[in-house]
């Protein structure tokens, strides 16, 4: 599966292994900045994403958030990069 530029795609699970949806992921790099939002299964895609190193970073309220860097992008390429998201704790 390939784009024109390159993608980043993967899935976010909780601690227990199930999907999460609804988690903002931001892929920043200094020719592309965009969000996306995780599906009912967990899996995101950025298509046409330029070459490049990028930083991936995954949110959802209530818990912690998770940052992967470097993410390497190559032409016509898919890099897989998967979050695994924990509750944050309370005090």
């Known amino acids: 599966m ?4 390159g993608s980043v795609s993967g899935k976010v ?3 227990a292994g ?3 949806p609804g ?3 931001t892929l920043s790099g200094p020719r592309f900045d965009e969000v996306q939002v995780s599906r009912a299964n967990g899996d995101y895609v950025f298509r046409s994403v330029p070459p490049g190193s990028y930083s991936a ?6 818990f912690s ?3 992967v860097k470097p993410v390497d992008v190559r032409l016509e390429q898919d890099t897989v990069v ?3 998201l924990r ?4 005090a």
């Open 18 to 20: 199930e999907a999460l």
């Open 13 to 15: 699970c909780d601690g």
């Open 2 to 5: 390939g784009y024109p530029n």
């Open 87 to 90: 509750l944050k704790q309370t």
């Open 65 to 67: 958030s998770e940052t």
């Open 57 to 62: 970073k995954a949110q959802l309220e209530g």
């Open 23 to 25: 988690v903002a992921i």
């Open 82 to 84: 998967d979050f695994t």
